[in-house]
């Protein structure tokens, strides 16, 4: 059973930016990773995706200012959020997940707060 941490998140101003990571306990290469991110009173939404080959995708609210990546030898995926807005506060989730003919399985984080505010 796999765990993962997330770890990163913090109080920032408006324009500025963080570097959130996710640690896994164990091997996660053929996973594919995601950030999460739930604000109070919303529904959670996917913020960006990597696949296994290493190919990302975004939502529109943070295209060209986020950028996920992964590091599979430390089995770590990073979030680097940049230009960021109040709109972006919320508790962000990491998620790994690992799909066969079998059926899924899917991992979550405990989540990191991110709060942008002057």
């Known amino acids: 059973q796999l765990q993962f941490m997330e770890s990163g998140g913090g109080l920032v101003q408006p324009g500025g930016s963080l570097r959130l990571s996710c640690a896994a306990s164990?091997?996660?290469?053929?996973?594919?990773m995601s950030w999460y991110r739930q604000a109070p009173g919303k529904q959670r939404e996917l913020v960006a995706l990597?696949?296994?080959?290493?190919?990302?995708n975004y939502a529109q609210s943070v295209k060209d200012r986020f950028t996920i990546s992964r590091d599979n030898a430390k089995n770590t995926v990073y979030l680097n959020l940049n230009s960021l807005k109040p709109e972006d506060t919320a508790l962000y989730f990491c998620?790994?997940?690992?799909?066969?003919?079998?059926?899924?399985?899917?991992?979550w984080g405990q989540g990191t707060q991110v709060t942008v505010s002057s």
């Open positions: 998620n790994a997940a690992l799909t066969t003919p079998f059926g899924a399985r899917e991992y």
């Open positions: 164990g091997f996660m290469a053929n996973y594919g």
């Open positions: 990597i696949s296994s080959g290493g190919t990302t």
